[in-house]
């Protein structure tokens, strides 16, 4: 079992930056990779961003690639996500999620990898 909450969300202006936090607690942290995710209204849940166990290794969609950054802090059981250079179309709820399933620096990048989730955090960038 993982828990996990994120915090860090808000209301930014297109082009700032903000940084989401995920904490984790439960099962051992670092014997998970981590991803990111998100959902706008009327759309499908899709993936933004996943870092390996030991970190060595991270994947991002392309529409982030560039902009946004993917950290772990395997002592604190805590993931980031740096988001940078904000676009209005970057306004969804952004979760993170534990995949329990990966091998040591590998990742998987589709929901269905994810057997845990937090609760999400509300990012709106206005134009």
């Known amino acids: 079992q993982v828990q996990l909450v994120e915090s860090g969300g808000g209301l930014v202006q297109a082009g700032g930056s903000l940084r989401l936090s995920c904490a984790a607690s439960?099962?051992?942290?670092?014997?998970?990779?981590m991803g990111w995710f998100r959902q706008a209204p009327g759309k499908e849940r899709e993936f933004v961003a996943v870092?390996?166990?030991?970190?060595?290794?991270?994947n991002f969609a392309d529409s982030v690639k560039g902009r946004f950054a993917i950290s772990r802090d395997n002592a604190k059981n805590t993931v980031y996500l740096h988001m940078n250079r904000l676009k209005p179309d970057d306004t969804a709820v952004y979760y993170c999620?534990?995949?329990?399933?990966?091998?040591?620096?590998?990742?998987?990048?589709?929901?269905?990898?994810?057997?845990?989730w937090g609760q999400g955090t509300q990012v709106t960038v206005s134009s």
């Open positions: 999620a534990a995949d329990v399933s990966a091998y040591p620096d590998t990742y998987n990048t589709d929901t269905k990898s994810y057997r845990y």
């Open positions: 439960g099962r051992t942290f670092s014997g998970c990779a």
């Open positions: 870092i390996s166990m030991s970190g060595a290794r991270t």
